[in-house]
T-cell receptor, first 114, second 113 residues
Framework: DGGITQSPKYLFRKEGQNVTLSCEQN?????MYWYRQDPGQGLRLIYY???????QKGDIAEGYSVSREKKESFPLTVTSAQKNPTAFYLC?????????????FGSGTQLSVL | DAKTTQPTSMDCAEGRAANLPCNHS???????VYWYRQIHSQGPQYIIH?????ETNEMASLIITEDRKSSTLILPHATLRDTAVYYC??????????????WGLGTSLAVNP
């Protein structure tokens, strides 16, 4: 089945540790996105990528890094510089073309700090 | 992109129609109305979108007022599995504008047996 796969479902980070969240899609979509969701808040955009080897900061990029070496993959690293990393992280993609396309989301990764 | 206003929560009896309102009074002519829903601890799921005309698909119907300042998402026969947070979003129908979406808190719909 086509879709977006995020792993792991749950992740724990120790103080000072970098962790990487995986996002893979087999929908042949060009654009991919990372969102953060906190209780009582709407989704906030961390990073997005419109094409391979290119990505742009979203609204809350500080403390995060990404790469887009392959069309199918858009991993997110939560660095030790992110002081409040506990949140639900969502990866999404959208197809190319005329614009206005809907977003397809993965099932999310819940990151917690030990 | 224009901002939307939705009620914080709603209840609906199982089997009845759920009507979820959304106000987007500052919507511009080239902005579409999109609806997504998010079941607890899952990623949002696309439901439907429209510009001016009413739209219907296998999941729901979207009714947009003539002045386009508000819309209503209708789930015709709500089931317990429709319990979720429903997000109404407006966006410009141009490529690359998904990064500009403003996600509010949505409406938490509880379908009761």
């Amino acid at each position: 089945d086509g879709g977006i796969t995020q792993s792991p479902k749950y992740l724990f980070r120790k103080e000072g540790q970098n962790v990487t969240l995986s996002c893979e899609q087999n929908l042949n979509h060009d654009a991919m996105y990372w969102y953060r969701q906190d209780p009582g808040q709407g989704l906030r955009l961390i990073y997005y990528s419109q094409i391979v080897n290119d990505f742009q900061k979203g609204d809350i990029a500080e403390g995060y890094s990404v790469s887009r070496e392959k069309k199918e993959s858009f991993p997110l690293t939560v660095t030790s510089a992110q002081k409040n990393p506990t949140a639900f992280y969502l990866c999404a993609s959208s197809p190319p073309g005329q614009g206005g396309e809907k977003l397809f989301f993965g099932s999310g990764t819940q990151l917690s700090v030990l | 992109d224009a901002k939307t206003t939705q009620p914080t929560s709603m209840d609906c009896a199982e089997g009845r129609a759920a009507n979820l309102p959304c106000n987007h009074s500052t919507i511009s002519g080239n902005e579409y109305v999109y609806w997504y829903r998010q079941i607890h601890s899952q990623g949002p799921q696309y439901i439907i979108h429209g510009l001016k005309n009413n739209e219907t698909n296998e999941m729901a119907s979207l009714i947009i007022t003539e002045d386009r300042k508000s819309s209503t998402l209708i789930l015709p026969h709500a089931t317990l599995r429709d319990t979720a947070v429903y997000y109404c979003i407006v966006r410009d129908y141009n490529a690359g504008n998904n990064r500009k979406l403003i996600w509010g808190l949505g409406t938490s719909l509880a379908v009761n047996p």
